[in-house]
């Protein structure tokens, strides 16, 4: 039990659905995080919301809408995705947010979302 | 550009052997630096970090050290066993306090 749970654990979907990924974070974090990890490539991050504000969106296109209605839960509402959207999908959270120091700054990470779009 | 490089893609190492796991960085405002460790279908977990005053950081098993004129750290494992087979991530904040993370390493130990 890592604190941090997503769900599903795999999605497949057609470009022309509508899915949501959903994450939940037991440990009274303030700040949570989208991450995308394609194969040999960097962990992308994608949003930040620090205090249920998004404080960043890392030029991430439009077909990704994220959601944080409070500081345990987070969504990203997908549509219209493309096949180089499939991608493994983290969510994170951390007890402090962005600009507040690295103390706290360590990232505890959801097992992931492996999205597959057909 | 990638400012966190990981230049070896795997590693393959003895049990009981050490595994050294290298990663450099271009930005040299970084002062904080982070290693995750990462099974199949899981998400990355935190492992070890090392602070730029500090030149080494040792728990256990597990020593971060940090080459700061370089811009270099290693991640070096002794003894290394079976269940460290995973793939490892360096990762260091941004001058907002965002991880910026390696590509990663996959160690593998073998008996």
């Known amino acids: 039990e890592t604190g941090v749970t997503q769900t599903p654990r795999h999605l497949v979907m057609g470009m022309t659905n509508k899915k949501s990924l959903k994450c939940e974070q037991h440990l009274g974090h303030n700040a949570m995080y989208w991450y995308k990890q394609s194969a040999k490539k960097p962990l992308e991050l994608m949003f930040v919301y620090s205090l249920e504000e998004r404080v960043e969106n890392n030029s991430v296109p439009s077909r990704f809408s994220p959601e944080c209605p409070n500081s345990s839960h987070l969504f990203l509402h997908l549509h219209t995705l493309q096949p180089e959207d499939s991608a493994l999908y983290l969510c994170?959270?951390?007890?402090?947010?962005?600009?507040?120091?690295?103390?706290?700054?360590?990232?505890?990470f959801g097992q992931g979302t492996r999205l597959t779009v057909v | 550009d990638q400012q966190v490089k990981q230049n070896s893609p795997s590693l393959s190492v003895q049990e009981g052997r050490i595994s050294i796991l290298n990663c450099d960085y271009t930005?040299?405002?970084?002062?904080?630096f982070l290693w995750y460790k990462k099974y199949p279908a899981e998400g990355p977990t935190f492992l070890i970090s090392i602070s730029s005053i500090k030149d080494k950081n040792e728990d256990g098993r597990f020593t971060v050290f940090l080459n700061k004129s370089a811009k270099h750290l290693s991640l070096h494992i002794v003894p290394s066993q079976p269940g460290d087979s995973a793939v490892y991530f360096c990762a260091a904040p941004d001058n907002t306090d965002k991880l910026i993370f390696g590509t990663g390493t996959r160690l593998q130990v073998f008996p």
């Open positions: 930005n040299s405002m970084f002062d904080y």
């Open positions: 994170a959270s951390s007890r402090k947010g962005p600009g507040t120091g690295v103390d706290g700054s360590e990232a505890f």
